[in-house]
């Protein structure tokens, strides 16, 4: 509102240059989305040439993702105090060089401390770039469409991710796969400082180490521990590894309180928006790494498909997620968030409850059809709450907005893998302990009933009935457990439907077709970029609940808690 004519003030447009920016931010998204599934593929050429133990081939596979959850928040503080763009660029730089030394690792000591530093890397991906999409896109409208962009690029990725890295593997060595990231990073680094505004917090403080130090920690053990009941079951090592990154967490957050400029805004948490949206965005992405596990592991070990056709038939999914993330902020222009929300998980309830009738001829259309309808019902989901949550926050802290909303997600995912993969784990192993055809030798039987991988390999070195006999019983029991785990996630997505249609009924999307906030006077800045040079000191995203409202434009009255 401007004071003198008391008329609103439109937040500006953005034009071609943020446009051909979100291109340039995507395109690292994709390839941060790439990197997180295309190994998987490499990981029996890699083990013939570098021989790793279990053990490091584990860490091989596990550490890049242990590392971007532990940096995220930090990475995400860290842009905000020394500029979202210098941080991109620099991590692509990182990610870039990295990538090549990956490429050529001689040993698997090498490969894991490169995935290492891959992962530190990659955390500086996400949060860097949805900040800067909140800094770019000022109009409401406008960064509702960006974010479903930002969300279309980490799903083309894992979609691409796959497919193309099949395709060099079948010509190339297995660290081909890693070379893919040079080219795009290449780009970045030629267009980012050209299209790509620098936006940096104001008066910002250093950043606190001894708080970095104790979120890695927190994180890391966190995942660790939930990993670790996912591959092994409950037992002393992840439960003490919880219980450390519970206390440690416990005792960042209390150093939060006193610090004079925090990592994290506590104040965030007062929010039910910013609660809300938060919490149905990690389960919703426990919903989808719970059951995709699942269905990866079908596709291959029990419909015997190769990677390659794997990845084919995961494109529908794919698919659904692109055209649900674009059509999303055309809907959050006409409907609140919790009705696109509580709709949103109720289709993807649907394709969760379709999924429980895998098991006969139709499998592959089924699994295709399902996936389908559980991404199309999610995308909209992921939009609105991640609009809900970095939006929440002032411009100052964007980047550690997004930092949480990421470690959110990828918290999500590892209690998806622990909690549905143990579940679906647990019956496959009880319901293959009484069906082993009579004659499996002992240490066959130990290995099937270890995994359903083991089962298949097992089963080819065994006379031809025993052999048949016993993967037709390992496949009968892993298709028991994709069915359960199935209908609880389908039951977990009605109940966060319900729960985030009441939770978040008073909340207006910044999308909404509602006369636009008004935008608080622009200060000069010294940089020279155009856009720089005109951020709002005061939030742009307004978030109105029964009680008032969180993150006012000035002359609003504002709640503490919504």
Same mark, same amino acid.
Not at 445 to 473: F, K, M, S, Y
């Given at each position: 509102?401007?004071?003198?004519?008391?008329?609103?003030?439109?937040?500006?447009?953005?034009?071609?240059?943020?446009?051909?920016?979100?291109?340039?931010?995507?395109?690292?998204?994709?390839?941060?989305?790439? +990197?997180?599934?295309?190994l998987?593929?490499?990981v029996?050429?890699?083990?013939?040439?570098?021989?790793?133990?279990?053990?490091?081939?584990?860490?091989?596979?596990?550490?890049?993702?242990?590392?971007?959850?532990?940096?995220?928040?930090?990475?995400? =503080?860290?842009?905000?105090?020394?500029?979202?763009?210098?941080?991109?660029?620099?991590?692509?730089?990182?990610?870039?060089?990295?990538?090549?030394?990956?490429?050529?690792?001689?040993?698997?000591?090498?490969?894991?401390?490169?995935?290492?530093?891959l992962?530190?890397?990659?955390?500086?991906?996400?949060?860097?770039?949805?900040?800067?999409?909140?800094?770019?896109?000022?109009?409401?409208?406008?960064?509702?469409?960006?974010?479903?962009?930002?969300?279309?690029?980490?799903?083309?990725?894992?979609?691409?991710?796959?497919?193309?890295?099949?395709?060099?593997?079948?010509h190339?060595?297995w660290?081909?796969?890693? !070379?893919?990231?040079?080219?795009?990073?290449?780009?970045?680094? *030629?267009?980012?400082?050209?299209?790509?505004?620098?936006?940096r917090?104001?008066?910002a403080?250093?950043?606190?180490?001894?708080?970095?130090?104790?979120l !890695?920690?927190?994180?890391?053990a966190?995942?660790?521990?939930?990993?670790?009941?996912?591959?092994?079951?409950?037992?002393?090592?992840?439960?003490v590894?919880?219980?450390?990154?519970?206390?440690?967490?416990?005792?960042?957050?209390?150093?939060? !309180?006193?610090?004079?400029?925090?990592?994290?805004?506590?104040?965030?948490?007062?929010?039910?928006?910013?609660n809300?949206?938060?919490?149905?965005?990690?389960l919703?992405?426990?919903?989808?790494?719970?059951?995709?596990?699942?269905?990866?592991?079908?596709?291959?070990?029990?419909?015997?498909?190769s990677? !390659?056709?794997?990845?084919?038939?995961?494109?529908?999914?794919?698919a659904?997620?692109?055209v649900?993330?674009?059509?999303?902020?055309?809907?959050?222009?006409?409907?609140?968030?919790?009705?696109?929300?509580?709709?949103?998980?109720?289709?993807?309830a649907?394709?969760?409850?379709?999924?429980?009738?895998?098991?006969?001829?139709?499998?592959?259309?089924?699994?295709?059809?399902?996936?389908?309808?559980?991404?199309?019902?999610?995308?909209?989901?992921?939009?609105?709450?991640? +609009?809900?949550? *970095?939006?929440?926050?002032?411009?100052?802290?964007?980047?550690?907005a997004?930092?949480?909303?990421?470690?959110?997600?990828e918290?999500?995912?590892?209690?998806?893998?622990?909690?549905?993969?143990?579940?679906?784990?647990?019956?496959?192993?009880?319901?293959?302990?009484?069906?082993?055809?009579?004659?499996?030798?002992?240490?066959?039987?130990?290995?099937?009933? +270890?995994?359903?991988?083991?089962?298949?390999?097992?089963?080819?070195q065994?006379?031809?009935e025993?052999?048949?006999?016993?993967?037709?019983?390992?496949?009968?029991a892993?298709?028991?457990?994709?069915?359960? =785990?199935?209908?609880?996630?389908?039951?977990?997505?009605?109940?966060?439907?319900?729960?985030?249609?009441?939770?978040?009924r008073?909340?207006?999307?910044?999308?909404?077709?509602?006369? =636009?906030?008004a935008?608080?006077?622009?200060?000069?800045?010294?940089?020279?970029?155009?856009?720089?040079?005109?951020?709002?000191e005061?939030?742009?995203?307004?978030?109105? =609940?029964?009680?008032?409202?969180?993150?006012?434009?000035?002359?609003?009255r504002?709640?503490?808690?919504?």
């Amino acid at each position: 509102m401007d004071p003198s004519t008391g008329s609103s003030i439109a937040a500006p447009r953005a034009g071609r240059r943020e446009w051909l920016g979100l291109a340039v931010l995507a395109l690292a998204c994709l390839l941060y989305a790439m +990197d997180l599934t295309v190994l998987h593929l490499a990981v029996p050429s890699l083990s013939e040439d570098l021989r790793p133990s279990s053990v490091q081939l584990l860490w091989i596979t596990d550490i890049y993702g242990f590392m971007v959850a532990g940096f995220l928040i930090t990475m995400g =503080t860290l842009g905000d105090r020394i500029g979202r763009r210098r941080l991109l660029m620099a991590g692509a730089s990182a990610f870039g060089a990295v990538s090549v030394l990956a490429a050529f690792s001689v040993s698997p000591e090498m490969l894991i401390a490169c995935r290492a530093l891959l992962g530190i890397a990659g955390a500086t991906l996400a949060p860097s770039t949805l900040s800067l999409i909140f800094a770019m896109f000022t109009d409401p409208r406008q960064r509702s469409t960006a974010i479903g962009v930002w969300i279309t690029s980490f799903s083309a990725g894992g979609a691409i991710g796959p497919v193309l890295g099949g395709v060099l593997l079948e010509h190339f060595w297995w660290g081909s796969v890693f !070379l893919m990231a040079v080219p795009v990073m290449a780009l970045l680094l *030629v267009l980012g400082p050209r299209v790509l505004p620098e936006y940096r917090a104001p008066g910002a403080g250093r950043l606190d180490l001894a708080s970095a130090a104790m979120l !890695l920690v927190a994180v890391l053990a966190m995942v660790f521990g939930l990993k670790e009941i996912a591959q092994s079951g409950v037992h002393g090592l992840p439960l003490v590894s919880l219980l450390v990154g519970l206390a440690v967490g416990v005792v960042f957050v209390r150093r939060q !309180l006193h610090l004079a400029d925090p990592m994290i805004d506590l104040g965030l948490f007062r929010s039910r928006a910013f609660n809300a949206s938060l919490a149905t965005n990690l389960l919703g992405i426990f919903i989808v790494v719970g059951y995709f596990i699942f269905v990866a592991q079908y596709l291959q070990l029990v419909l015997g498909l190769s990677p !390659l056709e794997a990845g084919l038939w995961s494109l529908p999914s794919a698919a659904a997620l692109i055209v649900g993330s674009n059509a999303a902020p055309r809907i959050l222009r006409h409907l609140r968030p919790a009705w696109v929300i509580g709709a949103g998980l109720a289709l993807a309830a649907v394709g969760l409850g379709l999924l429980t009738q895998v098991g006969g001829s139709a499998d592959l259309a089924i699994l295709a059809t399902a996936s389908a309808i559980v991404s199309l019902g999610l995308a909209p989901v992921f939009t609105a709450t991640t +609009d809900l949550i *970095v939006g929440s926050a002032p411009p100052e802290r964007a980047g550690a907005a997004s930092g949480i909303s990421e470690t959110g997600a990828e918290l999500g995912g590892a209690l998806g893998i622990a909690i549905l993969g143990s579940i679906g784990v647990a019956i496959y192993r009880g319901q293959l302990a009484t069906s082993l055809p009579a004659g499996t030798p002992d240490q066959a039987a130990a290995a099937a009933r +270890d995994t359903l991988g083991g089962a298949v390999a097992v089963a080819q070195q065994l006379p031809a009935e025993i052999g048949t006999a016993l993967l037709g019983a390992a496949r009968e029991a892993f298709t028991t457990g994709l069915q359960v =785990t199935a209908a609880i996630s389908a039951v977990i997505a009605v109940g966060i439907a319900a729960a985030a249609t009441v939770l978040l009924r008073a909340v207006r999307s910044s999308s909404e077709a509602a006369p =636009t906030p008004a935008a608080a006077p622009e200060p000069p800045v010294a940089a020279p970029e155009p856009r720089a040079a005109a951020k709002p000191e005061e939030p742009v995203q307004v978030i109105r =609940t029964g009680g008032g409202c969180f993150a006012c434009p000035p002359g609003e009255r504002s709640s503490p808690a919504a």
